[in-house]
Every structure is written in structure tokens, then in C-alpha cells.
């Protein structure tokens, strides 16, 4: 008995361990098409035959597309696709709200339509055409004479729309002209307290607000890299001077004050943080009165500032030691008009859009050249400028 019915019992074993396998194979791949199919989808535990999409869902024919979904959750009651095309519907709030969304390359148009788009010299006039074949095929039952009808577009988001106000609802169609040159046409009723156009409208706004968002991140990163990167700039600039020279009971009773204009130009090594350096070239020259009294100067000067902000627009304060020449007529004596020694200067101002490509400062300084190859005195300088650091 025994000899007899084991082997029964091992086949029949071998056969249910099989079925279970293959099952679960099954199964899984069944879940696996599922789960494919329902992108960023949220089923209904209630309702498990049932697809239900709040936030975005995914077009994948003629070209992939994101639709995003206002809240709350919609259900998908119909997705059907071609090779060329693909058609989807939601519903929701008893199917008070839908959204029908028709995508379609152009071999998916009626060769007499096509003809029509391409008689159309522009995508405006395209997306006209396409708008008024799509309200023409629906024929909305709201067309009625106390219905209330509004149009739109949208030429820079390539689309436009008509809508019909009547019997407490809104009914809107959309057209909408890919990159790619495929069509969107959107079909949405709505109560007139959620607004049919505005659900529209957002179906495909979001992924672009998403792209300005991400645009806005890396500009930010970006930012915060030039913060903390050293940069050397070159600066030109220039300004008005009031110029004073030295004052002595014989040569120079009263001190003369005389405007000049001034040129900077030279170097700035910021080191990405709060302190530059500088190298600073000065040049100025006064006309004086019929050329009489006339002068001019040059400095060359190295120095420092410390921005008070790591921000793109920052004050700033700084100081610079160098050399300097001026000649100034208001004397008689070759050996009183003219100083050569050191020069030196103290300077505040302000830095707006540091971390650009461009920069652009204004600011003050106070500069002074000794005359101490002759005497103890110096020639003096109130500046005021405007430069472009690139």
C-alpha cells in the first residue's frame, strides 16, 4: 500500500508546486503592469478596481507629457492609446467635474484637416483653426442663447480656449500646440464655483513652474559658489575732484579749493569673502581758470576694503599707500608747484551685484600726495566716482 500510494502523493505535490509557482508569477507580473500603468496613482482601498490619480499623471502618446491634477482625487474612467494618440477621462464628485484630455501627433489628423493647419501661416492661427474644429465636434449642450461665452490665449504657452457659462456650470475646451508640433485638446465641466477654466489652465502649468522653480535653484547655487569663490576684477571708472594745495604765509597765503575731473582704473582681487585687495591707478586734471592755475596728478596706489556683506549689493570701507605726482600752477617756483612722494588714500562706497558677471560701485575717498621733497606740505583731494568692475 504504501509502495503505491507515496509516489501518488510526491506527483501530486510536484503538480500543486507548480500551479503555486506559476500563480505567483502571474500575479506578480499582473501587479507589475499595474503598477506601470497607474503612474504616482493612489488606490482606493475601498474601491480596488478603481484607479484614483490626485497630483500627476503621465501621457505617453505621441510624446510624454505631465498632467497635473488638482486636488482633490480624480477618478480615471477611461485610457485608451495609439502608436500616434492617446485619449484619457477623469471624473469626480459623482461625475459633477470631468476632464477629457485627447492627445494627438499630426499623421493622427484628417488629411482634410491637416490641409487647413497648413494653409495657417502662424501657430496662432493654427491653434485657432484646431480650437474651433474641437468646440465644433463636442457641441456642447450649454451653447444655448442665455449661455455666456468667453475666449483666450495664451501665444508664449503656445494655447487657447473657449468657454460656456450656462445652467450652473462651465463648459471649456483647450487647444494646445506642443514643442513637438502634436495637439492637446482638453474638454472640462465643471460647477461654476470650481471654475472649469481655471482647472484647464493648470493641467499642464505646474511642470512649468516646476522648471522656473529649478532655474531659480541653481541660480541660487550658484550664487552661493561666487560667494565663496575669489574672483579678480578689472575696474574703470571716473568722477569729479575737489582739489586743495597747501597753504604758506608767503607762497600760498590763501588756500586755493579747484574742481577736477578724475580717472581710476586698475585691479581688484576679491578673495570671496569680506576682504579685497586693490591696485589702483589715479589720474586727474584742472583746466583752471583760461589755463591759468592749472594742474594735474597721478597715483599709484595698493591697498585694501572690506565689504561689510557677503551680499550682492554691499557696502564697503577701505584704504591704499602708494605714490604720487601733482603739479599745481597756482605757484611761481618750478620747485612749489610740483610734489613727487608718497601718496595715500581712505575711501567708502557701495557694490551692487557683486556676485554678476558685471559690477557696478559707487563711491567717496580723500587722497593726499606730500610735498616733502621740498617742504612738509601736501597737495589734498575730495573724489567722488562712479566705476564698472568686470
Known amino acids: 500500500m504504501n509502495k503505491i500510494y507515496v509516489p501518488k502523493f510526491a506527483i501530486t505535490a ?50 510624454k507629457m505631465t498632467v497635473f491634477l488638482p486636488e482633490p482625487k480624480w477618478e480615471l474612467k477611461k485610457n485608451s492609446s495609439t502608436m500616434n494618440s492617446q485619449e484619457v477621462k477623469f471624473e469626480r464628485n459623482s461625475s459633477d467635474e470631468k ?30 483653426y484646431m480650437l474651433n474644429w474641437r468646440a465644433g465636434q463636442l457641441n456642447n449642450a450649454n451653447d444655448s442663447e442665455d449661455a455666456v461665452k468667453t475666449e483666450g490665449q495664451d501665444l508664449e ?11 450652473a456650470k462651465k463648459v471649456c475646451d483647450f487647444a494646445i500646440y506642443t514643442e513637438k508640433e ?53 575696474t574703470i571708472g571716473g568722477g569729479m575732484s575737489i582739489w586743495y594745495n597747501w597753504e604758506d604765509e608767503d607762497l600760498n597765503p ?21 576682504f579685497a585687495l586693490t591696485s589702483l591707478n589715479i589720474y586727474g586734471f584742472n583746466p583752471g581758470n583760461g589755463w591759468h592755475n ?12 572690506i565689504n561689510m556683506f557677503n551680499l550682492p549689493v554691499t557696502p564697503f570701507v577701505g584704504a591704499q599707500l602708494g ?39 559707487m563711491g567717496a575717498s580723500y587722497d593726499a600726495v606730500e610735498d616733502g621733497f621740498f617742504n612738509d606740505q601736501v597737495f589734498g583731494s575730495f573724489n567722488f566716482y562712479g566705476a564698472v568692475n568686470y
Open 157 to 167: 504657452k503656445r494655447r487657447a480656449w473657449t468657454c460656456l457659462a450656462a445652467n
Open 182 to 234: 502634436n495637439w492637446v485638446l482638453v474638454h472640462v465641466e465643471a460647477p461654476l464655483s470650481s471654475d472649469a477654466r481655471e482647472i484647464g489652465v493648470a493641467l499642464f502649468e505646474q511642470k512649468e513652474e516646476e522648471e522656473e522653480e529649478k532655474v531659480a535653484e541653481v541660480e541660487s547655487s550658484e550664487n552661493k559658489k561666487r560667494a565663496g569663490a575669489s574672483r579678480k576684477w578689472r
Open 99 to 128: 476632464i477629457e484630455i485627447f492627445a494627438l501627433g499630426k499623421s493622427a489628423l484628417d488629411n482634410q484637416f491637416k490641409s487647413l493647419l497648413g494653409s495657417a501661416k502662424t501657430d496662432a492661427a493654427k491653434i485657432k
Open 254 to 274: 590763501d588756500r586755493d579749493f579747484s574742481r577736477a575731473a578724475s580717472l581710476r582704473e586698475g585691479k581688484i582681487y576679491d578673495q570671496g569673502g569680506r
Open 294 to 305: 592749472w594742474g594735474w596728478r597721478a597715483m599709484l596706489m595698493y591697498g585694501f576694503r
Open 323 to 361: 605714490l604720487g605726482m601733482q603739479y599745481d600752477d597756482h605757484y611761481r617756483r618750478f620747485r612749489d608747484k610740483f610734489a613727487i612722494n608718497i601718496a595715500g588714500d581712505v575711501n567708502a562706497g557701495i557694490v551692487f551685484c557683486r556676485y554678476c558677471k558685471y559690477q557696478f560701485e
Open 14 to 63: 510536484i503538480a500543486l508546486s507548480t500551479m503555486l509557482v506559476g500563480c505567483a508569477s502571474i500575479v506578480k507580473s499582473i501587479g507589475q503592469s499595474v503598477a506601470s500603468n497607474a503612474v504616482n496613482a493612489v488606490v482606493n482601498s475601498g474601491e480596488s478596481s478603481s484607479k484614483w490619480y490626485s497630483g500627476e499623471f503621465v501621457l505617453e502618446s505621441p510624446e
